[in-house]
Nanobody, 123 residues
Framework: VQLVESGGGLVQAGGSLRLSCTAS????????MGWFRQAPGKEREGVSC????????YYADSVKGRFTISKDNAKNTLYLQMNSLQPEDTARYYC?????????????????WGQGTQVSVSS
């Protein structure tokens, strides 16, 4: 299984970025997926998760209303559209395969993670 994130970068506060995660080595359409982030000195945070079909999503309170997760099963790609970015969104963002989906939180992922993409937001 390989997960490759892209789309990170440096933006000013209020700007937007779209992260992508392309998956290979698994039947992508069958899996729940999630975006996680970790800033230096902070714990990993489950940002947003989506069920296998894309029909159900979860967002952390910190990003609700600003971020949108989506899943294109035909392209084996997971997306995270990030709008109204703030300096506190600065972190390395990772996509991961989930073993189950919850409406209430992002489950701790298993063994399949990408290498991450850096998002930096300047004030």
């Amino acid at each position: 299984v390989q997960l490759v994130e892209s789309g990170g970068g440096l933006v000013q506060a209020g700007g937007s970025l779209r992260l992508s995660c392309t998956a290979s080595g698994l039947r992508f359409a069958n899996y729940h997926m999630g975006w996680f982030r970790q800033a230096p000195g902070k714990e990993r945070e489950g940002v947003s998760c989506i069920n296998w079909s894309g029909g159900s999503t979860y967002y952390a309170d910190s990003v609700k209303g600003r971020f949108t997760i989506s899943k294109d099963n035909a392209k084996n790609t997971l997306y995270l559209q990030m709008n109204s970015l703030q300096p506190e969104d600065t972190a390395r963002y990772y996509c991961a395969v989930l073993s189950y989906y919850s409406h209430a939180y992002c489950p701790v992922p298993g063994n399949f993670w990408g290498q991450g993409t850096q998002v930096s937001v300047s004030s």
